[in-house]
């Protein structure tokens, strides 16, 4: 149980920000591992992304960082059929907004996630596993002030193993191209303080080198469509426009090794990052 003091800290954070309250770590499996799966832009009512949803079932993970994008608007209809693709694995899901859905949020992805957790999800929130710290930011509100606040204080002390994850990429060898307006605070933020950034919004995979200390991966290849890449792009390390895939996490202490697969099961790119406690 949380200390009284603590709990009262937690209670009067703003209602969109949760600093990981409530026991949300995950334990490791006994080989000290966990496996997770991020994804985006997927869940529609296609061949494609019912491929996806049913890879990443057959491997059946701890959880999944839904990326964000529920087509076209993020409606209750919308919401309804992304839970129908995704099944089981929905209430084993980590959200964070995407573009798509935010507009409409307080009719679609805020009471669809309560119902679905059987809690109110913060549109910001922090969970642990297996020695990482796991930081869900909303890109849709990049310079929102208690934001920001908040991501740093969530990166703050020593250390790097910690995973941020939200829509928007800062860095994009793809159809959108960077963000260098809308995310670039969010992104001063975690940049050498955590090791890694998940982002979807560009329908592909990429995988950039590292950048100040922190490497930065799109899975948006959730099966709604393609968008080219530059593969010549000198900051890529890997990239896939062509395939509908997602990106298989595995955890242990101070090491992460991630993978792109697609939906035929073809280990696209390995890589392996390592944190500092």
């Avoid at 839970?83 to 949020?105: C, I, S, Y």
């Avoid at 990482?132 to 934001?147: C, F, G, V």
Wanted: charged content about 25%; proline content about 5%; aromatic content about 8%.
């Amino acid at each position: 149980m949380l200390p009284r003091a603590a709990t009262l800290a937690c209670a009067l954070m703003l209602a969109w920000v949760a600093a990981g309250c409530g026991g949300d770590a995950l334990p490791p499996a006994r080989d000290g591992s966990v496996v997770i799966w991020a994804v985006g832009d997927g869940g529609v009512d296609n061949d494609a992304s019912r491929a996806v949803a049913g890879l990443i079932e057959r491997d059946d993970p701890s959880r999944v960082l839904y990326l964000g994008d529920v087509y076209e608007t993020g409606s209750p209809e919308e919401f309804a059929t992304f839970a129908d693709v995704f099944g089981p694995l929905v209430k084993r899901t980590w959200p964070t907004p995407g573009n798509h859905e935010w507009p409409a949020h307080a009719d679609g992805y805020d009471p669809f996630w309560r119902k679905t957790l059987g809690r109110e999800l913060p549109h910001a929130y922090s969970r642990t596993v297996a020695g990482w710290k796991l930081i869900s930011a909303n890109s849709e509100t990049p310079d929102e002030r208690s934001q920001l606040r908040w991501l740093r204080d969530q990166t703050a002390g020593g250390g790097t193993c910690r995973i941020a994850f939200w829509h928007r990429p800062r860095f994009n060898a793809g159809e959108h191209r960077d963000e260098q307006r809308d995310v670039a605070a969010m992104w001063n933020a975690v940049k050498g303080r955590a090791a890694i950034l998940l982002s979807g919004h560009d329908h592909d995979m990429q995988r950039f080198k590292p950048v100040g200390g922190t490497v930065q991966y799109i899975s948006g290849a959730g099966g709604r469509s393609h968008y080219a890449v530059d593969g010549g792009d000198p900051r890529l390390a890997f990239s896939d426009d062509h395939s509908d895939g997602a990106l298989r996490i595995e955890l242990r202490a101070r090491t992460a090794r991630l993978t792109f697969v697609s939906t035929k099961g073809t280990e696209l790119d390995t890589s392996t990052v390592t944190c500092a406690d």
